[in-house]
């Protein structure tokens, strides 16, 4: 009888918003997806995204940028799985074809692949050869959660406003680098701390967390970039000189002001003090100052000169999305220009070489491809899902964008692989979401943008796996809380530092689900 209930259970089982889901299907459709290669290059054409051996997990078959030959009779790729001990082969005219004709045979896990070339004349060359691990496709059903997204969310609350030092704006209206180091990313923190706050009081009208809030805010404008400066008020990305603060405190991540400019818009909403709207506008404006006339801008500039710390561009569809907030919903119709430009740069970008290179305040800008990351992959996703009836092409970008940051940042199953600090990942909570190659943990706020991501892909084509994704992810956040409220910030073992921006992005992504599920 045990054995009757899980295969029935697996079979059909009610998902939270009370539909009946048929969970078999699903796992048929997620097999059957993987094996469509995500965005492959061409050799001279298009690049190979997975061209560094820093993608080293796929759950989509992969095709890789191996050597041709001349007077090739065939390419025999040969992958052998230390999983089961078993050789899979097929042969192509073409040494970049994806793995397709073996995936679905392929066991999860440790690969080794390599492609030889067969001459006409019988001679045998080596095209390429890779070591990748095969993670596991979604697979449901997953544990469901143990208690209510709104619970959850209002338990995370209590844990940040009953944290000292954030109690202690209350009285200062500073930060206390000695009691919370990472007040060395300012602005970053400063507007988790200015949002957890707006939330707290929503949900338990407490006035105390407002004037938190207004205190966080009007310190971080009072000490952004003075008028005059190459980067007139824009807010400081450092302060001090703890962690990478030292290092790069004479810089400003342009990505980031733009999402300091919507806090200031919600503290405009929740207060009626003009003077965050205002804070807002000065930092749109320097936007189109700085601009290039490529649409974009450098990833990080100096504060002194203005001029570029490091060569390489910023992917700066958050800075679209903001100035287009401003200009639709606040009527500055002078930033809709901008706004376009940037986001044409993204179309015409990233959205084709897929280089999307992380652009995080304690990590250095990279080479191509070096670092990807699946923040502004899904962000530019979520664009094109809210104007797929712009351009007929934008719905298959989006999904093919979707099944990018799934494939190679999600992991819905345990997995045996090292990551970033050579650790091996057998402690790892799952399912969940991977932060960048540079930092290849989970992280709370990485599993917030895929929840979310895969929530926006579902309303925008009514496809039930996308739904089932996000529940699954989501149902992690309740899960993973700590009984006092906490949501770690790194999902592998007992690691605890606690980066306050992640966990009020867990906390609102809950919020979102919660409102997103009672509709249905």
């Known amino acids: 009888m045990k054995h009757l209930f899980i295969i029935l259970f697996c079979l059909f089982v009610f998902s939270v918003s009370g539909q009946t889901i048929n969970y078999t299907d699903l796992c048929k459709?997620?097999?059957?997806?993987?094996?469509?290669?995500?965005?492959?290059?061409?050799?001279?054409?298009?690049?190979?995204?997975?061209?560094?051996?820093?993608?080293?997990?796929?759950?989509?078959?992969?095709?890789?940028?191996?050597?041709?030959?001349e007077n090739v009779a065939y390419y025999a790729f040969s992958a052998f799985s230390f999983s089961d001990n078993q050789y899979y082969k097929f042969t192509s005219p073409n040494p970049d074809a994806p793995l397709t004709p073996i995936w679905d045979k392929l066991p999860d896990g440790e690969v080794y692949l390599e492609v030889e070339a067969l001459m006409k004349n019988a001679d045998v060359y080596l095209s390429g050869r890779r070591n990748f691990y095969k993670a596991s496709v979604f697979s449901p059903p997953y544990a469901p959660a143990a208690y209510s997204y709104r619970d959850a969310a209002m338990k995370a609350l209590k844990y940040l406003y009953n944290i000292d030092h954030i109690k202690e704006w209350y009285y200062t209206g500073m930060p206390n680098h000695q009691a919370y180091y990472l007040y060395c990313y300012s602005a970053k923190i400063l507007r988790g701390i200015m949002e957890a706050m707006l939330l707290h009081h929503e949900y338990f009208k407490n006035d105390t967390a407002l004037v938190i809030a207004t205190k966080v805010a009007d310190y971080l404008?009072?000490?952004?970039?003075?008028?005059?400066?190459?980067?007139?008020y824009m807010p400081q990305t450092y302060e001090g000189e703890g962690s990478t603060a030292k290092l790069y405190g004479k810089q400003i991540i342009m990505m980031e002001p733009s999402v300091t400019g919507t806090a200031y818009l919600e503290m405009y909403k929740k207060t009626k003090n003009k003077k965050y709207y205002q804070a807002a506008l000065n930092i749109a404006n320097t936007y189109i100052k700085t601009q290039l006339p490529s649409g974009t801008w450098y990833i990080r500039i100096l504060k002194e000169t203005g001029e570029p710390a490091s060569?390489?561009?910023?992917?700066?569809?958050?800075?679209?999305?903001?100035?287009?907030?401003?200009?639709?919903?606040?009527?500055?119709?002078?930033?809709?220009?901008?706004?376009?430009?940037?986001?044409?740069?993204?179309?015409?970008?990233?959205?084709?070489?897929?280089n999307w290179t992380g652009q995080f305040e304690d990590i250095p800008a990279?080479?191509?491809?070096?670092?990807?990351?699946?923040?502004?992959?899904?962000?530019t996703a979520w664009y094109l899902f809210d104007h797929k009836d712009n351009d007929t092409s934008y719905l298959h970008m989006a999904k093919e964008l979707v099944a990018f940051c799934e494939d190679q940042f999600v992991v819905w199953s345990p997995v045996l692989v090292y990551d970033h600090r050579k650790e091996l990942s057998n402690r790892w909570h799952t399912p969940s979401a991977l932060e960048q190659y540079f930092c290849y943990v989970p992280i709370d706020a990485s599993v917030s943008m895929m929840t979310l991501t895969f929530m926006k892909a579902y309303k925008a084509t009514g496809d039930i796996i996308y739904r089932e994704k996000a529940i699954a992810l989501a149902n992690s956040f309740v899960n993973n809380q700590k009984a006092d409220g906490q949501i770690p910030t790194f999902w592998k073992g007992n690691f605890d530092e606690l980066w306050i921006n992640c966990m009020i992005f867990s906390t609102t992504t809950l919020r979102t689900m919660e409102k997103e599920l009672e509709k249905k």
């Open 29 to 69: 459709q997620s097999k059957k997806e993987s094996l469509v290669p995500i965005r492959p290059g061409v050799s001279g054409l298009q690049p190979f995204w997975n061209m560094d051996d820093n993608a080293r997990m796929f759950k989509y078959a992969p095709a890789f940028d191996f050597k041709s030959y």
């Open 366 to 379: 990279t080479k191509p491809y070096q670092n990807l990351t699946k923040y502004e992959a899904g962000w």
């Open 221 to 232: 404008i009072e000490h952004s970039e003075p008028g005059g400066a190459p980067l007139e």
């Open 311 to 354: 060569e390489v561009l910023c992917i700066p569809i958050q800075i679209a999305n903001f100035l287009t907030l401003m200009a639709e919903q606040y009527e500055q119709k002078q930033y809709l220009p901008a706004a376009e430009k940037a986001m044409k740069w993204v179309i015409d970008n990233p959205v084709k070489t897929y």
